[in-house]
C-alpha cells in the first residue's frame, strides 16, 4: 500500500545503511496519474516531518517536469499552512530554467560578467539554471536540506519527480551515481523518485530499481482490447484510465523478504487518493472458462460410482471379517487357535479329513524375535 511507503520513508535510515529509496516506475499512458502520485507521496512527506513524526526535518523537491507552485497548491490543500512550507519544504527549480537560456535572455550582460548558476525565486524555491552539472545539482540539493532548522544532526528527505528529463541531458552511469551517493549521504533520511519506463531500455530502468528498496508501478485499471469495447456503465477504458490505475508496490523488509501489496489510485480533479483493492480471487468464472468437448467437472452420478470402486490394493473380504497375516504369530496366540494345537495337528496326521492323505508341514516360530525365513515376505504386515 502507499501508506506502508510513506511509513518507511518516514522511518528513514539506521546508522550503518543507506537511505530508503522508492522507485516509481510508471508508462506514458499513466503519465498523469504517476505524477498525482508524487505529489501524495511528497505531500505525505512533508506532512510528517512538520508534525515532528519524522526521522527528517524537512523535504526537498528537485522539480523536472512540474512548477514549484503545482506542489506548493497541493500541498496547501492539504492542510500545511504557509508557515509549514516554509519550514519544511524546499524545491530546487529545475523546471522553469532548466539550461539558463531565460536568464541569458533576461541579462545577457549579467551571464558574461558570471553570474551564479542558482537564484533564489521565493524563500523556499531556488531556481537551477544548468541541469546537465549533476555535481553541482548534488551540492545544491544537499545545501537546501543543511539549511532546515533544528536542534542536532539535521536530517531530511529527498524527492526527484522525473528521471526520465534528467536521461535526456545526463548519462544512466552519472544519474546513478547522483541517486547513489545521495542514498550514502549522511544526512538524507529518505528518497524517492519517478521514472517513465517505457521511455527507455529495459536494462536503465531496471538499473534504476536495482538502487531502490522499494519499487511502486503503475499499470492501466483497463486494459486495451483489440477492438475498443465500452466497459460496464458507458464509460469508455480510455475514460476509466484517465482516473484511475493500478498500484503494485515491492516492499523489501530489512530480513530480506520481499512484500507484494496493490491498491487502486484513483484522481478526480485535484484529489488523490488510494483504495485497498478487492482481494484476487482463486475462483476463476464459469464465463471465463473456455468451452471444450468434454466435462470438466464430475455429476452427482459420477462421484458416488466414483467412491464404491474397490481398489485392487484394498482387502475386500467378501463379507467376511478380514484377518490379516502378519508372518510373526507367536506361540500363546497359536495355543489359543483350536486349530493349530499340537493335538489337532497329530489328528489331521493320522485321521486327514480329505480322502487322499497328504503330507503337510507346520512350522511355529519360537518368538518374534527371530528372523523370518527367506521365503516369507517382511512386507506382510504392511496390508497391501
Avoid at 495337528?345 to 527371530?370: N, T
Wanted: net charge negative; hydrophobic share 40%; glycine share 6%.
Amino acid at each position: 500500500m502507499a501508506e506502508a511507503a510513506v511509513r518507511c520513508l518516514r522511518d528513514g535510515r539506521l546508522d550503518g545503511e543507506h537511505a530508503p529509496a522508492l522507485a516509481v516506475a510508471s508508462n506514458l499512458q499513466c503519465g498523469p496519474l504517476a505524477a498525482g502520485a508524487m505529489l501524495h507521496l511528497a505531500a505525505a512527506v512533508a506532512s510528517n516531518a512538520a508534525a515532528g513524526k519524522a526521522q527528517a526535518r524537512g523535504l526537498v523537491i528537485v522539480a523536472f517536469n512540474r512548477s514549484p507552485e503545482v506542489y506548493l497548491d497541493f500541498m496547501r490543500r492539504r492542510g500545511l499552512d504557509p508557515n509549514a512550507l516554509n519550514r519544511c519544504v524546499r524545491i530546487l527549480d529545475c523546471y522553469s530554467d532548466p539550461i539558463g537560456w531565460n536568464q541569458k535572455i533576461r541579462s545577457q550582460q549579467q551571464q558574461e560578467s558570471g553570474a551564479d548558476l542558482c537564484s533564489a525565486n521565493k524563500e523556499n524555491v531556488t531556481i537551477f539554471r544548468n541541469v546537465k552539472d549533476l555535481d553541482k545539482l548534488m551540492c545544491s540539493t544537499i545545501d537546501l536540506g543543511r539549511g532546515f532548522a533544528g536542534e542536532g544532526k539535521i536530517y531530511f528527505s529527498i524527492a526527484v519527480d522525473s528521471i526520465s528529463s534528467m536521461l535526456r541531458r545526463a548519462s544512466v552511469s552519472s544519474i546513478s551515481s547522483f541517486l547513489s551517493n545521495l542514498r550514502s549521504h549522511d544526512q538524507i533520511s529518505s528518497i524517492f523518485w519517478l521514472i517513465h519506463s517505457d521511455l527507455h531500455e529495459p536494462k536503465f530502468s531496471r538499473a534504476f530499481e536495482c538502487l531502490s528498496t522499494m519499487v511502486a508501478s503503475l499499470e492501466p485499471a483497463v486494459v486495451d482490447s483489440v477492438y475498443e469495447e465500452e466497459i460496464p456503465g458507458n464509460i469508455s477504458f480510455l475514460e476509466e484510465n484517465y482516473s484511475k490505475a493500478k498500484f503494485y508496490l515491492r516492499l523489501k523488509r530489512r530480513n530480506g523478504r520481499v512484500k507484494h501489496l496493490y491498491e487502486e489510485l484513483h484522481v478526480e480533479g485535484n484529489d488523490v487518493r488510494f483504495v485497498s483493492a478487492p482481494s484476487v480471487s482463486t475462483e476463476v468464472s464459469q464465463s471465463l472458462l473456455p468451452k471444450v468437448q468434454f466435462n470438466l467437472e464430475l455429476s452427482e452420478k459420477e462421484r458416488s460410482d466414483k467412491a464404491n470402486v474397490l481398489l485392487p490394493f484394498e482387502h475386500q473380504g467378501k463379507g467376511e471379517p478380514i484377518h490379516i497375516y502378519d508372518g510373526r504369530r507367536s506361540l500363546p496366540e497359536a495355543q489359543q487357535d483350536s486349530n493349530l494345537t499340537a493335538s489337532a495337528l497329530l489328528d489331521e496326521v493320522k485321521f486327514p479329513k480329505s480322502a487322499a492323505p497328504m503330507g503337510e508341514i507346520h512350522y511355529f516360530r519360537d518368538s518374534d524375535d527371530e528372523q523370518p525365513d527367506s521365503d516369507e515376505d517382511p512386507d506382510d504386515d504392511l496390508d497391501i
